[in-house]
């Protein structure tokens, strides 16, 4: 499955005055879309980090169609794209509760030694669940 979807209900602290999701509070967003994703390929970051791998991200766009609001029930979808060496892709969206597109995001990361702070080759086991 490359692709993977959940929900998010917005939360009040995460708006402005105008009950509109601040910008910055979208990447939570797309990082809960990600952590879920590898969750749901059986790899979760926290056993990543117990094994001194680290995935930050070294580039990101998002582009913000609609607002979403509070108390908005938000899905996040977020579809792998492909994994080189050390760098892998994911394109994103979310929609809300009628399925409107209201931000897509682009994000690259890489596989990083925790120790050395130096970009690596993920293991094998994480190869063949990006290329599953």
């Not at 409107?100 to 094998?124: H, M, R, W």
Request: hydrophobic share 35%; with cysteine.
């Amino acid at each position: 499955m490359k692709e993977h979807q959940i929900q998010v209900r917005v939360r009040y602290s995460e708006t402005d005055q105008m009950s509109v999701v601040y910008h910055g509070n979208y990447i939570p967003y797309f990082e809960m879309g990600r952590v879920e994703w590898l969750r749901n390929k059986g790899i979760s970051y926290k056993s990543l980090e117990e094994n001194g791998i680290a995935l930050p991200i070294v580039s990101m766009t998002l582009n913000y169609k609609k607002p979403a609001r509070y108390d908005d029930l938000l899905t996040v979808i977020t579809k792998f794209k492909s994994q080189t060496t050390v760098k892998v892709e994911f394109d994103c969206e979310i929609r809300n509760e009628s399925g409107e597109l209201l931000t897509t995001a682009y994000f690259l990361l890489v596989f990083v030694d925790l120790n050395s702070g130096k970009p690596i080759a993920p293991p094998q086991y994480i190869l063949d669940v990006m290329n599953d």
